[in-house]
């Protein structure tokens, strides 16, 4: 589970959103890529004020 807060660029409108994040990690247990999820709806809300 992750939460991405932050402020929308083109509204300024804030986000705080929960979710969830896939890494792929190399041998050495560095992470090579990450993938996140959130719920979109939850993010077309909080933009739109």
């Known amino acids: 589970m ?3 807060t ?3 660029a083109e ?3 804030p986000f ?3 979710g969830w994040e ?3 990690l190399d041998d050495t247990m560095k992470v090579t890529s990450a ?3 959130f ?3 939850t993010y077309d ?3 739109a004020g």
Do not use: I, L, P, S
């Open 22 to 24: 896939e890494w792929e």
């Open 39 to 41: 719920d979109g709806e």
């Open 16 to 18: 705080n959103g929960k």
């Open 35 to 37: 993938t996140g999820w």
């Open 6 to 8: 932050g402020q929308h």
């Open 45 to 47: 809300r909080q933009v």
């Open 2 to 4: 992750r939460t991405a």
């Open 11 to 13: 509204t300024g409108n």
